[in-house]
């Protein structure tokens, strides 16, 4: 493929190709690949790994399957480049979130299933697995256009535990330091900030799990017997729990500067009404906090109440609870460190106890945020790819959440350039109940990864 293929021609391709790029994402999100045991047979995980390397050995990048020391497989697989040409590494992760309560499912969650605007349901749809068919896409054009051959180095690392945290990429990265060795990286794992918005995502917030406990009684007493007097662990968690907003709703964690908590997004900001309906804030509910959505979302730190360790009503006794806990996440924006604001949330969560209960905290090793670089080629050709498939110009965004690959990438190739784009957007309800995607953003993915891929090659 030359420059003298355009826009139009190469999304009238991928348009010809849509068809079997569908029924492919309808074969993969039938597996149910959930990294996870308890939720089913790890046998669909290997399936749909195997699926996967054999799509891609089809279009010309030879495929295996990898071990990895949390028992998932790794999707490798190596075109070498034409000389002088550059290599990309594409990614994307193959297993999926728990479909949680099937029953709140309109559809069942692991068969695709269209509906009447045209978006296809199915757990996996949009994170990850639409990624997959939109690297498959582009191969294919790419290869339907030009002599059969592909005009870079490709790699192809696809996970399989991505979802339950990435360690088993981890661990093996650490043992195969050279192997994903390449000039560019296409993340993708994240997406447009709206539906039909050309969007290259620039920062990704650190991520930490605590667990805090407050002990108070040896037991469980009478409520009537010694309510008032005794001390209740479970009103102490509450009380903890709510030191860590203010009335605006703004995360408070002492000791953590103003810089820092009520930081600024530059980019693309988020319509507060759209973010109302993105998150299904019910009539009459608050955003939380000051500033712009933008800046809550990629620009500040904040502290989630994940689960609580409690009596459930049904069932419950009139007794005041000698324990209780809850398990929180920390998500650190760029800029800070992230050591020293799970150290400051600590010591937070210690000073704000009352009446001298006992507190235990277990916290996680803290990930690093992310901060992609937008001064390099490869970063602007994609830019202008994105903005010629989706006809708009081309935004940049944060992500709320955490890619914790994208660090590791950095450290180990730091000459390299990361670039973190996708299907997914607000309406996808990724890691909920009905998830899904457009085929139109599968289609503008897979039309700008192929003009990129093709341009980075000349």
Known sequence: MTHSHTPTTVAAAVDSLMPRACEELRTLVHFRSVADARVADPAECENAAQWVADAFTAEGVPCRLAPTP????????????????????????????????????RTPPFELTEGADGRLFGRGAADSKGNIIAHLTALRVLRQ??????????RVLIEGSEEQGGAGLDAWLREHPDDLDSDVFLIQDAGNAALGLPTLTTSLRGASDLVVTVEALTSQVHSGQFGGAAPDALAALIAILASLRDANGDTVIDGVTEDVLHGTWPGVSYDVEQFRTDAGILDGVDVLGSGAVADQLWARPAVTVLGIDAPPVVGSSAAIQPKAA???????????????????????????????????IDASEPGWPFRARTDGSAFGLLSTALAEAFGRPTVTSGIGGSIPLCTTLEAQYPAAEILLLGVEEPQCLIHAPNESVAPSEIAGIATA??????????
């Not at 256009?145 to 490709?154: A, K, M, T």
């Not at 800029?335 to 969560?349: F, K, S, T, V």
């Not at 210690?350 to 235990?360: D, N």
């Open 70 to 105: 949390d028992g998932s497989s790794l999707v490798l697989g190596h075109h070498p480049a034409p000389a002088g040409r550059p290599t990309v590494l594409l990614y994307a992760h193959y297993d999926v979130q728990p479909p949680l309560d099937e029953s709140q499912w």
């Open 145 to 154: 256009l030009g002599d059969g051959s592909l005009p870079v180095g490709i």
């Open 326 to 360: 809850a398990r929180l996440n920390l998500r650190i924006p760029t800029g800070a460190d992230p050591n020293a604001l799970q150290e400051a949330l600590i010591a937070h969560l210690r000073a704000h106890a009352p009446w001298g209960v006992h507190v235990q």
């Open 449 to 458: 990864e192929t003009l990129f891929l093709s341009r980075l090659g000349h």
